[in-house]
């Protein structure tokens, strides 16, 4: 699964851990993660990540 990276602050989401601080339980897809998710690390929306 592809890692994203957040173009605000650089927190990668990992797919293989989630972020299950946030309700992401590990192997969630970043496109499977709900639009009103936020960068766990600056507060920046889903639309902020790209690709790594």
């Known amino acids: 699964m592809e890692k994203y990276v957040c173009t605000i ?7 293989e851990v989630g972020d299950p601080d946030n309700g992401v339980a590990p192997g969630t897809k970043f496109d499977d993660i ?6 766990p690390v600056c507060g920046a929306d889903k639309s902020a990540f790209e690709k790594e």
Do not use: A, E, I, L
Not at 9 to 15: I, L, M, W
């Open 9 to 15: 602050c650089g927190y990668v989401y990992d797919p």
């Open 34 to 39: 709900s639009n009103d998710w936020v960068c």
